[in-house]
């Protein structure tokens, strides 16, 4: 998916956020100057996409 022209520019600023330290919706909103609600679509999406997984409230970076 990193690699399709078809990943927005938004999508790739969310996914460049992600990390191996867990970080919940509210610090990748915050640092991405999103909504909470279009983050967490966004982090929804790169999860069943398999880029990153969900545990206990936060998002980390696969690899």
């Known amino acids: ?5 078809d990943m927005t520019e ?6 460049n956020e992600l990390s191996d330290e867990p ?3 509210g610090e990748i909103a915050q640092n991405t ?3 909470r ?3 967490q679509l966004i982090l929804t999406q ?3 996409a398999g880029l990153s997984e ?6 980390k970076r696969l690899h």
């Open 1 to 5: 998916m990193l690699n399709q022209k």
């Open 10 to 15: 938004t999508a790739r600023a969310v996914f």
């Open 23 to 25: 970080a919940t919706v």
């Open 33 to 35: 100057h999103l909504t």
């Open 37 to 39: 609600e279009r983050c």
């Open 46 to 48: 790169l999860v069943m």
């Open 54 to 59: 969900y545990q206990v409230g936060c998002y």
